[in-house]
């Protein structure tokens, strides 16, 4: 048991108190430490602790950091706490049923002393002994309990003293940072988890980008490479035009050496006497004779009877070059499509770069715009080498059936001049003639805005001038008939008709308002027609 050298004066006054502990010496030797303390905070000596001087003992002696707190619940609703009081409180205190073991719990995680563990299990110290510790008990600290560190009796003192005054400290384990910490722990494996899918799934979104635009890729490639067989085939063909041409001359040259031959041995059988000589030389006359003629006989078999007009090959030729540029439109809009492709391919690439930009990437709607750009650029490429591939083939079989030379063309001007057509006629925007007298209103037309399919037709004859299915169809009959086609706007087109001499004769198909102008000799017609 510990023994401590405290004076029992007047035991007499805990009898008062409590007879049932007067008789304890253990009981008796709290008492007085508790009174000890009373006396301490019991400034004016009036028997009695009042706010003030509870206020004062927090912040001096205790250097509490809390003082509110620790002063409700020392005083509660007393506001004069007497040595009964004390002793009242103390009794009913949690720490005044404290085992030895926790006292022990006590001094290792609330003092952090876990050094003289040893030293207080050894003299049995519970709880009813704290108010003893929170005295100055140099005997207690020194020969007791063997602490020769003066910082750490002092250390012992306060935290014996604030848990004897204020209760048990709190609890350093709070439910509520648990739940907080679980909540978090939560939160945090959500978001990851959140993120890992958003991650995996935008890298699956970008994997089948890669894809498309591989695939994409290749189509541009194998486009590529059926141009390539284009030119290769086009060469080749040139080339078996110019050797046909080579063998045609050669069999020429061919026929006219038999008819020399012939000519030689006719010529040396009339001049033989001899009768057997002359049958010989008719024998070989005649066998010469009959290999050029077979010879005629095989190439004229592998001409077919029939040769085609003129001027069907140019007509097939301008066919063939009007077909080329629709398909070089074609094919640029594809190569804008893919260049479109390519640039929003590169944008997500960057976007992924940066910081944020997985997680704005996987929730904006960019990539599902790039694999809608990436298959149309795709499917339109697709479409382009079929074209080509098509327009290859049928062409090698036209030039095979007829016989013309249709693929390499001197040009859509040369065709069109050969064959009399004006080249607006083929959207070549011509000169504006300068005799050409326009209405004010078509004088303040911009040049920016005139279409490059204007039209211009100068006809002796009946013409047909179509400039859109669903435009009107003009018939023009008159000696020398000017006519120019202008699109003002996508909606709109003027049509300017300037006659020399004559009148003009038009049969409109759809909604359209005349305004006719006169002259001495000319009639100028300006027609405003909607396209519906």
């Not at 004016?44 to 620790?70: C, H, I, M, W, Y």
């Not at 876990?114 to 009813?128: A, D, L, M, T």
């Not at 005649?286 to 190439?299: D, I, M, N, P, W």
């Not at 504006?432 to 920016?448: F, G, H």
Request: glycine share 2%.
């Amino acid at each position: 048991a510990l023994s401590l050298s405290i004076s029992l004066s007047n035991p007499s006054e805990l009898c008062e108190i409590d007879k049932v502990l007067c008789q304890d010496e253990n009981s008796v030797l709290t008492f007085e430490a508790l009174r000890s303390i009373h006396k301490d905070m019991d400034d004016d000596k009036d028997g009695s602790v009042d706010v003030t001087e509870t206020d004062e003992f927090l912040r001096q002696d205790l250097k509490s950091n809390d003082p509110k707190a620790k002063h409700k619940s020392f005083h509660r609703t007393d506001l004069l706490i007497t040595v009964e009081d004390m002793w009242n409180t103390w009794k009913a205190s949690e720490v005044y049923n404290w085992s030895v073991e926790e006292v022990e719990e006590w001094l290792i995680n609330y003092v952090e002393l876990s050094q003289y563990v040893e030293s207080f299990r050894k003299n049995e110290i519970s709880g009813k002994a704290l108010p003893r510790l929170a005295v100055k008990n140099a005997t207690l600290s020194l020969s007791v309990l063997k602490i020769l560190d003066r910082t750490h009796a002092q250390k012992l003192q306060l935290k014996a003293l604030d848990t004897v005054l204020f209760g048990p400290p709190m609890s350093r384990h709070s439910h509520l940072k648990d739940a907080v910490l679980v909540l978090s722990i939560v939160i945090g494996v959500a978001g990851c988890w959140f993120a890992y899918i958003q991650n995996r799934n935008s890298r699956d979104h970008m994997s089948k980008m890669m894809k498309d635009l591989e695939g994409l890729q290749r189509a541009e490639q194998s486009l590529l490479d059926m141009q390539q067989k284009l030119q290769i085939a086009q060469e080749e063909h040139h080339s078996v035009k110019v050797e046909k041409v080579h063998l045609e001359q050669k069999l020429r040259d061919e026929i006219d050496s038999a008819k020399q031959e012939a000519q030689r041995l006719r010529e040396l059988r009339e001049g033989t006497e001899n009768e057997l000589s002359r049958q010989k030389y008719a024998e070989e006359e005649l066998e010469q004779v009959r290999t050029a003629l077979k010879k005629a006989e095989k190439e004229l078999e592998s001409r077919r009877s029939w040769s085609p007009p003129e001027p069907l090959q140019k007509w097939l030729q301008l066919t063939h070059e009007v077909e080329v540029q629709y398909y070089n439109i074609k094919k640029q809009c594809a190569e804008k499509q893919l260049l479109m492709a390519k640039e929003g391919a590169e944008k997500i690439k960057k976007k992924r770069g940066t910081l944020f930009g997985t997680f704005h990437v996987a929730h904006s709607s960019s990539l599902d715009d790039v694999d809608h750009k990436i298959l149309s650029a795709k499917q339109a490429l697709g479409e382009v080498t079929a074209a080509l591939r098509e327009k290859l083939y049928r062409w090698q079989q036209i030039e095979s059936l007829t016989g013309l030379t249709l693929v390499n063309n001197p040009g859509m001007s040369s065709l069109a001049s050969a064959l009399n057509l004006d080249p607006a006629f083929l959207g070549i925007r011509p000169a504006t003639p300068q005799n050409l007298l326009l209405s004010d209103d078509l004088d303040d037309m911009d040049e920016d805005i005139l279409s490059p399919g204007t039209l211009r037709c100068e006809n002796t004859f009946t013409h047909y001038f179509p400039f859109n299915p669903n435009m009107c169809v003009y018939v023009c009959t008159q000696l020398k008939v000017y006519v120019y086609i202008f699109t003002y706007t996508y909606s709109y087109i003027y049509l300017f008709v300037h006659i020399q001499w004559h009148a003009i004769f038009c049969v409109p198909k759809c909604r359209s308002s005349v305004t006719v102008k006169r002259r001495q000799s000319d009639l100028q017609v300006m027609l405003f027609t909607y396209l519906t």
